[in-house]
């Protein structure tokens, strides 16, 4: 499998849970800018949408999309239960979570990475955002996971996109569940290695 990735994109949570399940396979950069990879190629003809991350399968099938790449990889190898069985109730709850941290804290920070909005409008996304993360500071309040007492693929997003928080110069000291669980995975051998393999310090 071929892994096309950006450094700071949503892209680094299937590249951790990639060293998590230890599964073969290749990483390579793809510049937003120019749209082309590290190996030359015209990212758009991989990915029309023309961003990361992309997932290349061994039959040269392409998946898009990052809560679709990360339940991919985990059904690959179930007896890692890094996310429930198909079909079962905690499977549509992982849903549930993961379509939350999509569209109400992954789009609920483009506002503020935006140029095109003054500061004003940016404190407005910004309490909104505070809102969003209050929420799953409360479930981790309860359990060390987002779902419950062991990693799964949740916590490898929830992790991606709350580090971009350091960009706005937001720390964590109002989230401190979030901080120990910041913390924690921080630490994880699957996370410290995708940071390295991205150029990222941790």
């Known amino acids: 499998m071929t892994l096309y990735y950006a450094p700071h994109a949503c892209s680094l949570s299937p590249h951790i849970v990639l060293h998590e ?3 073969p396979f290749d990483a390579v950069k793809v510049d937003n800018k120019s749209k082309r990879t590290a190996r030359g190629e015209d990212f758009l003809a991989i ?9 290349r399968l061994e039959d040269g099938r392409v998946l898009t999309e990052g809560p679709a790449i990360l339940q991919y990889l985990a059904d690959l190898r179930p007896e890692a239960a890094l996310a429930p069985p198909a079909g079962s109730w905690e499977r549509v709850r992982l849903q549930e979570m993961l379509s939350f941290i999509t569209s109400e804290l992954h789009a609920g920070m483009s506002p503020l990475f935006s140029d095109s909005f003054g500061e004003e409008v940016k404190a407005v996304f910004r309490e909104r955002l505070f809102r969003r993360i209050a929420h799953v500071e409360q479930a981790l309040q309860a359990t060390p996971y987002l779902m419950g007492e062991r990693f799964g693929v949740a916590d490898a997003y929830l ?3 709350l580090g971009w928080l350091r960009f706005f110069g937001i720390g964590m000291e109002r989230w401190p569940a979030l901080a120990r669980f910041m913390a924690a995975m921080a630490q994880r051998p699957s996370v410290r290695a995708a940071l390295a393999a991205e150029g990222i310090e941790g």
Do not use: E, M, R
């Not at 990915?47 to 992309?54: E, H, L, T």
């Open 47 to 55: 990915n029309p949408k023309g961003y990361v991350a992309a997932l």
């Open 159 to 161: 992790f991606t996109v």
């Open 21 to 23: 399940l230890g599964l």
